[in-house]
């Protein structure tokens, strides 16, 4: 084991983070001592991964000397598995928990603190289709790290590290909106490319078609983000005022009859309205708001 890393974990969850998370504490010199799961087919996948630790559906067959626990089940799951943490092991101040939840608070984790335990909270923002691709892209990720003491920033600060990630320390009660960011981010760009494949289907763009022709453009944008932020990346007839373009897509999703869709537009392009102002006239760009408007609350 490497020097300073004498930290022995256990991996409660066995999902595609803990799992991830597993393999690369003992990548970079940690010991894992054992992952914790209900599932016995998620202990098997998780085995592949994670080598020489107990694989067990048991908390109580965790080895003693384990200190770090790494709580990685559903959200609405952490408080009772952290319940059955307290109840089954001896926990103290020498011991920590960590939940990698974006949006739950430390309270999830109130019996492990009551019991003496530094509570603590690692969330990577990143999303993770599968264990290979959480491996893959845990080092190089931002980390939001939430605890209740300098100590416990500390600490989980070092793990990140070592873990290749880069630590952001966030505030308990910006926990919802720093969640709500990445979701808007992440899980709704994909909501809003499916819409996208919604419409190729009416122009004969079935199945994969759709996405295939759309990822260039997708990835394209992507990278005028990286090379020009929001406010430089902006293209399109927002970003041109051009107003009769902006009126012709509205029409068309009115004779689609897609509500749904017509709504996102609409709100999706007063946003960008925000970013193309500056090069816009004011009476352009007051025109095109009051078109978005007019839709929204119709």
Request: proline share 4%.
């Amino acid at each position: 084991m490497s020097e300073g890393w004498r930290d022995r974990f256990v991996i409660v969850g066995a999902g595609r983070v803990g799992t991830a998370m597993g393999h690369l504490i003992q990548k970079k010199g940690g010991k894992v001592e054992a992952v914790v799961s209900r599932s016995e087919a998620s202990l098997k996948k998780a085995g592949r991964y994670i080598k020489d630790a107990v694989l067990t559906t048991d908390l109580r067959e965790v080895p003693p000397e384990a200190d770090n626990f790494i709580l990685t089940p559903p959200d609405d799951n952490i408080a009772e598995a952290c319940l059955d943490l307290a109840a089954s092991l001896p926990l103290d101040r020498t011991r920590r928990v960590a939940h990698m939840s974006g949006m739950m608070k430390l309270d999830v984790l109130e019996a492990a603190a009551e019991k003496g335990a530094e509570i603590l909270c690692i969330h990577p923002l990143q999303t993770f289709a599968d264990v290979r691709t959480a491996i893959r892209k845990i080092p190089g990720t931002v980390f939001a790290i939430t605890a209740r003491s300098s100590r416990g920033e500390e600490w989980a600060a070092w793990l990140v590290r070592r873990l290749g990630g880069e630590p952001v320390i966030l505030e308990e009660r910006h926990k919802p909106l720093y969640h709500l960011g990445a979701v808007m981010a992440s899980n709704l760009l994909v909501a809003l490319e499916h819409a996208a494949e919604l419409v190729y289907q009416e122009i004969g763009m079935e199945g994969e078609a759709a996405l295939k022709a759309l990822l260039p453009l997708i990835e394209g944008t992507l990278d005028n983000l990286r090379r020009f932020g929001t406010e430089g990346a902006l293209t399109g007839p927002v970003a041109r005022g051009d107003i009769g373009v902006i009126r012709r897509h509205l029409d068309t999703l009115e004779e689609l009859g897609d509500e749904a869709a017509l709504k996102a537009y609409a709100a999706l392009s007063l946003y960008a309205l925000d970013l193309a102002r500056p090069g816009l006239s004011g009476a352009r760009g007051d025109e095109i708001e009051d078109l978005l408007l007019k839709h929204l609350r119709e």
